[in-house]
């Protein structure tokens, strides 16, 4: 996709696939998750679906991945053409540029972009609770059970300290993804 035209209408149409892809989550992508491949899904019925992680997997990577589409796409545009030629006038095969050149030079970008996803993935929290409401897989449902319990028994003081640990960790997350973007951004002008 990168090495094609950039203003083709296959690099267009899949950049634009990938922008809505990306937005559709939460209740809505739960739902039709439960719908298509749910225990009485539409096309297949799924016992899998609910053992975690494997269901809570599919639904997120469903719009992690176009969001990474977007997200790394500018990074992979930055490589020049002439490191790559240069690269082959100089003898080195494909691996050996991926190896040298264009992965040391994408990697600050690749991990800042993981980074920026897990902190999107930590707060993706109306999909994990349509998906599977019961069971929290992941600190915002914590936070959640914590404060409202259907017995009556909530504990304000463990949603306050779970709440804190989520604001610390996007915290350092965030400002590790600032540095590698910073540092991708020297490169790749």
Same mark, same amino acid.
């Given at each position: 996709m990168a090495?094609?035209? #950039?203003?083709? *209408?296959?690099r267009r149409l899949y950049l634009a696939i990938s922008g809505v892809l990306a937005q559709f989550g939460g209740v809505t992508l739960a739902f039709a998750f439960l719908v298509l491949v749910g225990p009485v899904g539409l096309l297949f019925h799924a016992s899998w679906y609910y053992e975690f992680p494997w269901g809570i997997t599919l639904i997120y990577s469903y719009f992690?991945? #176009?969001?990474? *589409?977007?997200?790394?796409m500018p990074a992979i545009d930055g490589l020049k053409v002439q490191w790559r030629e240069a690269s082959e006038n100089l003898g080195a095969s494909a691996w050996h540029y991926w190896r040298y050149i264009g992965g040391p030079l994408l990697a600050p970008a690749f991990v800042g972009a993981t980074l920026l996803l897990f902190a999107n993935a930590l707060s993706a929290f109306a999909t994990a609770v349509a998906w599977e409401n019961q069971i929290a897989y992941i600190v915002p449902q914590q936070i959640g059970v914590a404060l409202s319990s259907e017995v009556g028994l909530s504990n304000v003081n463990v949603a306050d300290l779970l709440a804190l640990g989520m604001?610390?960790?996007v915290a350092i997350v965030m400002t590790g993804y600032a540095l590698?973007?910073?540092r991708a951004a020297r490169w790749l002008r």
């Open positions: 090495s094609g035209n #950039p203003d083709g *209408v296959v992690q991945i #176009p969001l990474m *589409v977007l997200v790394f604001v610390i960790l590698l973007q910073r």
